[in-house]
């Protein structure tokens, strides 16, 4: 008798920064457009998420549009954030929220 393996499913939530306000992001543009709300798609997580096994379960968040809550948070066993230098900021803020609400914070962990 052969014992079947079985995959585990993960829970990853993928979280995209928000952009820091710029004339670069053409925010003030986005009310003569039909519909857009962020600058440029996040194409670095995506394909990162596309790689994934296909039993995972994904959840994509990109904070331009609205930021990740506590519950997503809590939904997901990791948390993936990749972003641009400008956005180093915001993804140190969302390692901080994630740390925050882990349940291994009583772990050791290095300082960095």
Partial sequence: MRA?????VRRILCVFPR?????????????LTDGVQ????PQGLLLIAAYLPANWLVRF?????????????EWAEAVFVSGMHIQRPQMN?????VVRLSPC???????R
Wanted: proline content about 9%; charged content about 35%.
């Fill in 93 to 97: 803020e969302i390692c901080q929220r």
């Fill in 4 to 8: 079947e393996r079985i995959e585990p």
């Fill in 105 to 111: 914070r009583g772990t050791r962990r290095r300082d």
């Fill in 19 to 31: 952009y820091t306000s710029s004339f670069g992001t053409f925010e003030h543009a986005y009310p």
């Fill in 61 to 73: 968040i990109d904070e331009n549009i609205r930021p990740a809550t506590t519950d997503d948070f």
């Fill in 38 to 41: 962020a600058f440029m798609p």
